[in-house]
């Protein structure tokens, strides 16, 4: 079941075609991107947990989530169309990855502080969901991305829980939206755990 926001990186990609041919003439390196999207995620996550009342802040939410998801697929593609492609990338790729979901999510706890026991599930399920998708490599498989609660899915719940509140949203649909969060999130797993299994079990080629 591959049913996820992560089926519109194709057409996402060919968007950002220009600003991969700008990168490509500036000698950037993919490394660089990874690295800088960490660190934006990081200082813009502070900024949020110092000021939380600041609603301006909480406002630029879901455009630095957009951002983010842009940077990400931007040191991909670099990597892939410069012949870029290193373990250390690959390597530094996963753990920013995480490290900048933290540092995007915890601060939620300050917005809605009735409701951080479903926020640190939501948040510890998508620790595993990563960990999932890497894992399936463990079992000479390829890096699972199962839906239907990938990474640019959550970005897109929890830029919805950040506009819902300050839009005054009820409680009932903040709940709403955690819970149905923390099922597809608990699908996930299952759906990276097949995929892996049938994939690692699956005969090679032998043409």
């Known amino acids: 079941m591959k049913i996820s926001v992560y089926q519109l990186k194709p057409a ?30 990081i200082t813009y996550g502070a900024a949020l947990v110092l000021w939380p009342a600041q609603s301006a802040l909480w406002m630029a939410y879901p455009l630095l989530m957009l ?19 290193t373990r250390l990338g690959a390597l530094l790729n996963e753990l920013c990855d995480v490290l900048a979901d933290l540092a995007l ?51 897109v719940l929890f830029s919805l829980l950040v506009l819902c509140q300050l839009s005054g949203g009820s409680a009932t649909v903040l709940l709403g939206l955690q819970i149905a969060g923390i099922l597809l999130a608990i699908l996930t797993i299952a759906n990276r755990f097949r995929s892996a299994l049938r994939e690692s079990q699956t005969p090679p080629d032998s043409h």
């Open 12 to 41: 996402f990609q060919r968007c950002l075609q220009p600003l991969l041919q700008w990168l490509m003439r500036t000698g950037i390196r993919p490394n660089h991107l990874t690295l800088a999207t960490l660190v934006l995620c």
């Open 105 to 155: 999510y915890l601060p939620l706890l300050w917005l809605l502080p009735d409701h951080s026991a479903l926020l640190l599930a939501l948040i510890v399920l998508g620790l595993l969901t990563e960990f999932t998708g890497v894992l399936a490599v463990s079992v000479q498989a390829a890096r699972a991305f199962d839906g239907p609660m990938g990474k640019s899915d959550r970005a």
């Open 67 to 85: 951002v983010r998801m842009m940077l990400n697929a931007l040191d991909g593609m670099l990597a892939n169309a410069a012949q870029l492609r």
